[in-house]
């Protein structure tokens, strides 16, 4: 792989901001095709730190920090799907990606869709992890749900959730969580012209089988894969799994449905690490979360672009 490039900055609208990281390699900066990736509730775009810069090996790629989280100010407004879903547009506004590819994972699913309703010109998208399914509509059944989920997840993701959730703050959390129990996603997508390719892992108690079933029955054009192994957090331990996926959706060679093994899906060892690589990337993490609480954008930039070399290096022997 080529090594990523990583530039920060952010967007303003309507009096909040939007972080937007953009990743893409010499091959990709001129590419048409761009990913937007909008992660789920209280988490951030470090979710998508092992995604981004493989997608960017033939896209560009913009993943977002929406108001409110990653050390984001939190708005006045309602944070309702309808508001998030003002910002990623003002996002596709500032860098005029007119038809961009939307990833969603989980909360995020709720807001591509929403943003999908409003712009019919935007003609794929993906969906990995889809809540809340109308079967369990309870902050209790979500919460177990996450738990079982988050038994088969790798300890770094747990702490990375975690650490993401003490950024965002519990009060800012619990102003969100009641949208996201209450929207809609099956009705909504009913409504989505685009293509949707919908992605869980096997192990995600959170998103599970029958709910894809029935999201696929009401989506105008759809597909429907599977990865073994994976739970909820398949966007970064199967980052490599999904990446393919994706590019195999958006080139039209994708079948309708299918299954792909964990050993073709799952982020290969690095290729050296140990304690060094752990403290490293740790530290550089730390920064980002220390500079975001802060407000310094540019502190953040610096942990981004830090952290984003140590693990290519890391994970494919590269030297920048």
């Known amino acids: 792989m080529e090594p ?14 939007t972080r937007v990281t953009r990743v893409q390699t010499a091959s990709s ?4 095709r761009a990913f937007v990736l909008i992660a789920g509730i209280g988490v951030a775009a ?5 995604l981004a810069p493989t997608l960017a090996q033939n896209a560009r790629v913009y993943a977002l920090d929406l108001p409110g989280f990653a050390g984001q100010r939190a708005p006045r407004d ?11 547009e003002a ?8 038809d961009p590819v939307l990833l969603g994972h989980s909360f995020g699913t709720q807001i591509v869709t929403e943003v999908l309703t409003r712009r019919p010109g935007i003609r794929q998208a993906v969906l990995i992890g889809p809540v809340v399914n109308d079967r369990e509509r309870s902050v209790v059944l979500q919460a177990i749900r996450f738990a079982q989920s988050s038994l088969f997840e790798p300890f770094r993701l747990v702490m990375l959730a975690v650490s993401a959730y003490l950024l965002c703050g519990f009060a800012y959390f619990m102003r969100v969580l009641p949208h996201m129990m209450r929207y809609p996603l099956r009705e909504r997508l009913a409504d989505v012209s685009a293509q949707v390719l919908l992605i869980r892992g096997a192990r995600d108690f959170s998103s599970p089988r029958y709910f894809h ?10 597909w429907r894969w599977e990865i073994h192994g994976a ?5 970064n331990g199967n980052a490599i799994g999904v990446a393919k996926l994706m590019d195999a959706f958006v080139a039209g060679d994708l079948p309708r449905r299918g299954q792909m093994s964990q050993e073709e899906a799952r982020v290969p060892r690095p290729a050296y690490g140990g304690i060094a690589l752990m403290w490293r990337a740790a530290r550089y993490r730390v920064q980002e979360w220390f500079s975001a609480r802060e407000g310094d954008e540019v502190g953040v930039e610096h942990a981004k672009e830090s952290h984003a070399a140590v693990m290519w290096r890391a994970f494919t022997g590269g030297r920048r």
Do not use: K, M, N
């Open 4 to 17: 990523a490039d990583i530039d920060v900055e952010t967007v303003a609208f309507d009096g909040v901001r």
């Open 29 to 32: 900066a001129d590419a048409e």
């Open 231 to 235: 739970a909820h957090s398949v966007i």
């Open 78 to 88: 309602e944070p309702s799907v309808a508001f998030f879903a003002d910002q990623v």
């Open 46 to 50: 470090t979710y998508f730190d092992l």
């Open 213 to 222: 079933s029935e999201l696929l029955a009401v989506a105008r054009d759809a």
């Open 91 to 98: 996002v596709l506004d500032r860098f005029e990606l007119d």
